[in-house]
């Protein structure tokens, strides 16, 4: 029903959208039964009781029924380019082993194969809610794609070079960075990890996304045989470097935790963004937080490539401010988020979900420097909805999450406007 009063209350805005559902999930506020969200040209209005609300703002009312509102997921960590991998390379035992079907994977794709396979990438974070996503790459193949697939990014193009040593400007080596748009700050230089990157590279790499502003992105803690790597300059890494014609026979390893290496690189900052995080010790958890430094989670992956399982109440304890993301199409089933979410909710039954929530949208947000515009439902952040039908709602937070998991969601509106919300019910709220 769509109600013209030229008298709106308090001169609100004429003819809003207000989004009513069983429940609606802010995220950053207490989860509201019969609640209502206001959207006016692409941003929240408001956000409260139905009752309350439709008090106050008279416009198109949309009746949702029984499910949830929630804001758009945001995957803080995904290679878009290895999407055309997606089911060729099976779980694997070790990280290595992984590696190298990866690397054999990728060098039998032409460039249309892996640009076929990023648009495909982009479908499927559409279709599982994700409205923010951080896109990790080394070849900048994705870059062109995400410009004009409609959803929010950051991109962290991916430097590697364990045998460079050059200190001049980082485009000299990577010219991506130059031709890329840099005035936008959306993109970022990323260190791959700590096997790949040699420490005047890292310093480079943080130099330059100092000057413009923007967060760092780094693997870490991701294997032991990045650990064993950094302890004594051996095993897998070693040896692939060595084939690779990479390796450098004046490296002496720094006996430390990859944690504790990068601290000491000055490299752990409040703006840099780690992934993976598997294997840490108490001191490394402590340090991770100490330096306020963003840690994704990845756990599904994780498993995938036979990396391990993340120690999530270890990190909660440890004050680690943690996000979540799928990783990449080839050692992953798909890029919904719930799809994490589960994954350590059976892994850690007694964790919070609402907070497994949080970790999925603001804190994902907030990692990539988009916290004020995009992550909850906040008065005055852009309208990006989504909506989860629900069969009854008493068992809340397991329904929620279930339905999620099997990809039973649909998109209200996104952000910028570039998904139009679907008009299921129109119908006044009383």
Sequence with gaps: MVINNPESPKGEPKNPAIHC??????????LLKDGAVVIHQGTILAVGEARKICRQYFGTMIDHGQGAILPALVNAHTHLEFSALHGRIRPTASLGEWLLAAMAGMAGLTTEQIRQGVRQGIEELKRYGTGLVAEVSNTGLSWSALVYSGLEFHYFFECLGFDQLNT???EEDFPFMAEAACDRNNLSAAAHAPYSVSAALFDRILDWNRRNGRPSGVHLAESQEEVKFLQHGEGFF????????RWRHDFRPPGLSPVAYLDDLGYLKKRTVAAHGVWLTPEDRELLAARDVWLVLC?????HTGTGFPDLPALWQAGVKLALGTDSLAGNADLNLFGEIMALL???PHFPPSELLTMATLNGAEALGRGSELGSITQGKKAALLFIPLRSGSNFWPDLLTAGAAGRMRWLTGPEGSFPFCHQEIAHVP
């Design 299 to 303: 756990p599904r992956s994780n498993r």
């Design 168 to 170: 001049g400007p980082l």
């Design 21 to 30: 559902a069983r429940w609606v999930v802010p995220v950053d506020g207490p």
């Design 238 to 245: 070693r040896q692939l470097l060595e084939s690779l014609g």
């Design 346 to 348: 059976k892994a850690y």
